[in-house]
């Protein structure tokens, strides 16, 4: 790896910052080789199995000490190659970023927002505290990075997420006071990247410090806005300067006089694995006149402004289309996949297009098409399939989603098989006769069968279902 060429700005800000001794400690740092992560997907694995045991010994796992499904790795074992990682039993992710969901430690059945989630790390951590259940909302402005967001929502197999794809006072203006927890990761100077991407070193600078605080502000000012009384915001940057951490907090207590610090956390290249990370946790206070006319950052009320007529792109679970699609659905469902827990099928059948979705049902934000409609939702839920011709074509992500016992057959392949490289291929596998019809492909690991994607078998033959854009090069 090349060693980073710091800028001597930077240099000279940590050596204040620190002082003489600890700054250069830190900048020491730099010539050390990076650290390397993985967190579990609780979502799919059983904590102690023999599947995670057999992932520990075939990665050289070790464990992360903030966050305990989070495990650093050896460079050469390189896990995100694996089918494994295919099968969504673990997100690579550095170790340092897994520390601000430890933070905020979202509950089952909450209302959840990540407000800059791309490309899904923490999304994925909440989702997996909050068990499929409650609502969580990923939003990235970015349409790639976006796409991004929902492919690792969808291999991970979160069955309660909606990806948006808005500014933040776009979705201020729809969610007033409507989350029990939102998670911003602020786009930040990226000082903590540095030894992962030493061309960020070239982007930084003081002033690129000081644009980078004046836009935290802005998106703070909206997640207040979306925060329940009563909830938790965690904020997090992966850089080291005070103006965009401790200043920052500093400065959003003094304005809003509700919110309460409850947590900070620091983890420094040269004392911690990792490279580097803020993270801070507020609440808001509570009020006793829930009509009292103040909003929940403390000041006045901001009314949300109308806008244009939203358009109508999605038909909700009252519309014919809707009506049939969902029909088709159970009929296929009934077939194919009968052992599906009705509880992971809670939420709204909706239309976006012609791909049928389920909308996850909150408590108390219920969301709709009519909700929905006029924004840009690269996911809306758990993507259930399509109507095709008359017959209901099943989802990628319902397969991710599945378990292998609830399939009314599945097709079992071993990790290192030629089989399985064929697969992710996007080849046709041959396979008994007696086989016909869908069929759920799924990766042995340990005594678990993790789901692959969808096979349609016939004659022998098992036609590969994998959506092309995630097949393999050969």
Same mark, same amino acid.
């Given at each position: 790896?090349?060693?980073?060429?710091?800028?001597?700005?930077?240099?000279?800000?940590?050596?204040?910052?620190?002082?003489?001794?600890?700054?250069?400690?830190?900048?020491?740092?730099?010539?050390?080789?990076?650290?390397?992560?993985?967190?579990?997907?609780?979502?799919?694995?059983?904590?102690? #199995?023999?599947?995670?045991?057999?992932?520990?010994?075939?990665?050289?796992?070790?464990?992360?000490?903030?966050?305990?499904?989070?495990?650093?790795?050896?460079?050469?074992?390189?896990?995100?190659?694996?089918?494994?990682?295919?099968?969504?039993?673990?997100?690579?992710?550095?170790?340092?970023?897994?520390?601000?969901?430890?933070?905020?430690?979202?509950?089952?059945?909450?209302?959840?927002?990540?407000?800059?989630?791309?490309?899904?790390?923490?999304?994925?951590?909440?989702?997996?505290?909050?068990?499929?259940?409650?609502?969580?909302?990923?939003?990235?402005?970015?349409?790639?990075?976006?796409?991004?967001?929902?492919?690792?929502?969808?291999?991970?197999?979160?069955?309660?997420?909606?990806?948006?794809?808005?500014?933040?006072?776009?979705?201020?203006?729809?969610?007033?006071?409507?989350?029990?927890?939102?998670?911003?990761?602020?786009?930040?100077? +990226?000082? +903590?990247?540095?030894?992962?991407?030493?061309?960020?070193?070239?982007?930084?600078?003081?002033?690129?410090?000081?644009?980078?605080?004046?836009?935290?502000?802005?998106?703070?000012?909206?997640?207040?806005?979306?925060?329940?009384?009563?909830?938790?915001?965690?904020?997090?940057?992966?850089?080291?300067?005070?103006?965009?951490?401790?200043?920052?907090?500093?400065?959003?207590?003094?304005?809003?006089?509700?919110?309460?610090?409850?947590?900070?956390?620091?983890?420094?290249?040269?004392?911690?694995?990792?490279?580097?990370?803020?993270?801070?946790?507020?609440?808001?206070?509570?009020?006793?006149?829930?009509?009292?006319?103040?909003?929940?950052?403390?000041?006045?009320?901001?009314?949300?402004?109308?806008?244009?007529?939203?358009?109508?792109?999605?038909?909700?679970? +009252?519309?014919?289309?809707?009506?049939?699609?969902?029909?088709?659905?159970?009929?296929?469902?009934?077939?194919?996949?009968?052992?599906?827990?009705?509880?992971?099928?809670?939420?709204?059948?909706?239309?976006?297009?012609?791909?049928?979705?389920?909308?996850?049902?909150?408590?108390?934000?219920?969301?709709?098409?009519?909700?929905? #409609?006029?924004?840009?939702?690269?996911?809306?839920?758990?993507?259930?399939?399509?109507?095709?011709?008359?017959?209901?074509?099943?989802?990628?992500?319902?397969?991710?989603?599945?378990?292998?016992?609830?399939?009314?057959?599945?097709?079992?392949?071993?990790?290192?098989?030629?089989?399985?490289?064929?697969?992710?291929?996007?080849?046709?596998?041959?396979?008994?006769?007696?086989?016909?019809?869908?069929?759920?492909?799924?990766?042995?690991?340990?005594?678990?069968?993790?789901?692959?994607?969808?096979?349609?078998?016939?004659?022998?033959?098992?036609?590969?279902?994998?959506?092309?854009?995630?097949?393999?090069?050969?």
């Amino acid at each position: 790896m090349t060693k980073p060429s710091l800028p001597e700005d930077f240099r000279n800000q940590m050596t204040h910052m620190l002082g003489e001794d600890e700054g250069a400690d830190f900048l020491r740092s730099y010539d050390a080789p990076r650290a390397f992560g993985l967190r579990l997907n609780q979502l799919k694995l059983t904590s102690g #199995s023999a599947a995670e045991q057999l992932l520990s010994a075939q990665f050289g796992l070790r464990p992360v000490p903030w966050c305990p499904t989070g495990y650093y790795y050896e460079e050469n074992s390189r896990p995100g190659k694996h089918p494994y990682h295919a099968a969504g039993l673990y997100y690579i992710q550095e170790p340092s970023a897994m520390s601000a969901a430890e933070l905020l430690m979202p509950q089952p059945g909450e209302t959840v927002l990540d407000l800059a989630a791309a490309p899904g790390g923490k999304t994925t951590q909440i989702a997996a505290y909050m068990q499929g259940e409650g609502v969580l909302i990923s939003n990235e402005p970015h349409p790639q990075r976006a796409r991004i967001l929902a492919e690792n929502v969808e291999r991970m197999g979160i069955t309660n997420a909606v990806v948006t794809q808005a500014a933040p006072p776009e979705l201020a203006s729809r969610f007033p006071a409507a989350f029990d927890r939102i998670m911003l990761d602020a786009p930040c100077s +990226g000082e +903590g990247m540095f030894r992962k991407d030493p061309e960020a070193t070239a982007e930084w600078s003081p002033k690129s410090v000081e644009l980078c605080a004046a836009r935290q502000w802005e998106i703070l000012q909206d997640a207040l806005v979306m925060l329940k009384p009563g909830g938790k915001l965690a904020y997090s940057t992966c850089t080291f300067n005070r103006q965009e951490n401790e200043e920052m907090m500093q400065r959003l207590l003094a304005a809003h006089p509700r919110l309460k610090l409850i947590a900070e956390k620091r983890i420094w290249p040269h004392l911690q694995e990792g490279e580097g990370h803020y993270a801070a946790l507020l609440e808001l206070a509570d009020v006793d006149d829930e009509n009292a006319e103040v909003n929940n950052a403390g000041g006045e009320v901001k009314r949300p402004h109308k806008g244009r007529e939203a358009r109508r792109d999605a038909r909700g679970s +009252g519309g014919k289309d809707t009506a049939a699609a969902w029909k088709a659905f159970r009929q296929w469902a009934d077939e194919s996949l009968p052992g599906l827990d009705s509880g992971r099928l809670r939420g709204e059948p909706v239309l976006f297009g012609e791909v049928l979705y389920l909308l996850p049902r909150g408590k108390e934000l219920v969301l709709t098409a009519e909700k929905l #409609s006029g924004l840009k939702v690269p996911r809306a839920g758990l993507e259930l399939g399509e109507l095709r011709k008359g017959r209901f074509q099943p989802a990628h992500a319902l397969a991710m989603a599945a378990r292998a016992e609830s399939a009314a057959q599945h097709w079992m392949l071993d990790a290192d098989s030629a089989e399985t490289a064929a697969f992710l291929h996007g080849e046709t596998l041959a396979v008994t006769p007696e086989l016909r019809g869908w069929c759920l492909v799924t990766l042995r690991c340990g005594d678990e069968s993790l789901p692959l994607g969808w096979g349609k078998a016939s004659g022998g033959q098992l036609k590969n279902h994998l959506p092309k854009g995630l097949r393999r090069p050969q």
